[in-house]
């Protein structure tokens, strides 16, 4: 439809082509970057390299703050009918590229493609919703206030935050990016937006996408690049008036004091350490598959990983051993194989960092229901085998800590009260699953949990119209929903006679 933004050579090994992403989105225009540092993309199975990225520059982001700007004003002007309509576009262009994508997300991150399918599908529900959204929001413009004077009219607007900064990590490629771009698009802001520089070539579609639906110059800048290149002078800009950022906790520490110069707004979704409670009334089959879902989708990377379980003891011998032989039937392998259930971790990086958590389990003694010495790895790729520990102690540092990988820990309980006593025995707060014989009885305990998400009797759903968002250190703000779009508003009132 148009020419290829990036230069594009065959590659002699992979089976895609190795792509040169040296040209930043910025204005509507491919604009190579200034930066001289480029760094490799690999697909993690084949560990090839795939691509070239550029690290970025700060010029890159002088640049694109300018173009997002200048654009501001007429995108706000536009209204939210109109914003709607490009919404909907980019929700389209999604949907007709949906095989592409969810090939390229699954080569970039590793991921099983019937996971990368289910990502295309939250992300062009999310891109619909705020279409819905932006229509929803010119409707309510200027709406009456009720209040006690009958001689004043008080009048309520909802005005885009302005220039925005959204930076993602590289576990959900489209769908984080989703989640930001979407409802800042529907709020009238406009965009600087940097994907993570592990997986940056599905997220590079949606700067293509906005070239193809001619999205006014200027409002979605998509920059490629790492933290030194892009990430902190985006932070560190004072052209930008809100930071949206998805990642690690220090990370997101170091976004929230750079948006502290100049009292710059900042949204956060950090990391998690979910609990899964198995209840003493519940389903035995049915606990073991959603314990299965909680942990290893993704390989277990994801925030809202449930990666603590904590089981009735009536239940818990019974509970490991069928979990051991399901966890004996993943098929591990090419994430772009049909039967693949579970592909590799998405980079060495992550691979290594799971490793320490798994050779300080062997210095600690844990007792493993199932680990690598239970499963034949493939040849290559970046793997970790799923594994399970049963009794941790609490002060484990496995128990603790995010381990962003297919490693699910147990502990067993007597009562309720316990179980939410543990579950809470966390400084984060991202989400939880309760399993119990009935959903009153979920519920009933799924109340007295601190997290944003709660799960009953069920896999993680997650709908566009449902927040995403966490208590404590999981992060602030929340994503998706009317929250999601309030987030990028800022509320003002005309009042007077
Ligand atoms: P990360 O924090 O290392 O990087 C995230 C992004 O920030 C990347 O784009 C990176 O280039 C950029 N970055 C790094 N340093 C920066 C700096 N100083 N200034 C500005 N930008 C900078 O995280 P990651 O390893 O990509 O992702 C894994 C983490 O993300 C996990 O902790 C996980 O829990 C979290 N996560 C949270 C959610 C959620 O919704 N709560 C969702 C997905 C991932």
């Not at 070239?52 to 004003?73: K, S």
């Not at 929001?137 to 005005?159: F, K, S, W």
Request: charged share 20%; aromatic share 6%; with cysteine.
């Amino acid at each position: 439809m148009f020419p290829p933004p990036n230069n594009v050579t065959p590659s002699n090994k992979s089976h895609i082509a190795v792509q040169h992403l040296i040209h930043q989105f910025i204005n509507n225009q491919w604009v190579e970057s200034a930066a001289r540092r480029r760094l490799p993309v690999m697909d993690p199975y084949r560990q090839e390299i795939i691509a070239e990225v550029t690290a970025g520059d700060r010029q890159d982001v002088d640049g694109a703050v300018a173009a997002a700007r200048h654009a501001l004003p007429a995108w706000q002007a536009l209204g939210g009918k109109q914003r709607a309509e490009y919404i909907s576009a980019l929700a389209d262009q999604l949907t007709s590229r949906r095989q592409t994508l969810m090939r390229l997300s699954a080569s970039n991150n590793g991921k099983a493609l019937a996971e990368a399918g289910i990502d295309l599908d939250d992300a062009i529900a999310c891109y619909r919703f705020y279409a819905d959204q932006a229509i929803a929001l010119e409707d309510r413009q200027g709406r009456l206030v009720n209040h006690q004077r009958d001689d004043i009219q008080a009048q309520t607007y909802e005005d885009p935050v302005g220039v925005v900064g959204l930076i993602t990590p590289w576990n959900f490629p489209l769908v984080t990016s989703a989640w930001k771009i979407a409802p800042a698009l529907a709020a009238g802001c406009t965009i600087l937006f940097k994907p993570s520089e592990v997986t940056p070539l599905p997220e590079n579609a949606l700067a293509e996408i906005a070239e193809a639906i001619a999205l006014p110059a200027g409002v979605l800048n998509l920059l490629h690049g790492d933290a030194e290149g892009i990430g902190i002078p985006m932070t560190t800009h004072p052209g930008i008036d809100k930071f949206s950022f998805t990642g690690s906790n220090a990370v997101g520490e170091r976004v929230m004091a750079a948006a502290a110069s100049g009292a710059r707004d900042v949204s956060l979704e950090l990391g998690g350490k979910s609990p899964i409670l198995v209840l003493e009334d519940a389903r035995l089959d049915c606990a073991a598959d959603w314990v299965m879902a909680g942990i290893f989708f993704n390989s277990g990377q994801v925030c809202s990983a449930t990666s603590r379980l904590i089981v009735h003891e009536s239940l818990a011998d019974a509970l490991y051993e069928a979990l051991g032989e399901r966890i004996d039937a993943i098929r591990l392998g090419d994430p772009l194989a049909e039967d693949t259930d579970m592909g590799p971790m998405t980079s060495r990086r992550q691979r290594e960092f799971v490793e320490r958590y798994l050779a300080l389990a062997r210095e600690e003694g844990l007792v493993a229901v199932r680990d690598a010495g239970h499963c034949q790895l493939p040849g290559h790729g970046e793997f970790v085998a799923p594994t399970l520990f049963r009794d941790v102690p609490k002060e484990s540092r496995l128990w603790r800590e995010e381990i962003f990988g297919p490693v699910l820990c147990g502990r067993s309980v007597q009562s309720d009260e316990e179980a939410i006593r543990l579950a809470n025995d966390s400084p984060f707060g991202l989400a939880a699953t309760v399993i119990a014989g009935n959903i009153e009885h979920a519920r009933a305990v799924g109340r007295h949990l601190r997290a944003g998400s709660i799960w009953l009797n069920s896999e993680q759903l997650v709908m566009p119209e449902v927040s995403w968002g966490g208590f404590g250190i999981s992060g602030i703000g929340r994503e998706l929903g009317t929250w999601g779009l309030s987030e990028y508003l800022e509320i003002k009132h005309l009042i007077g006679r």
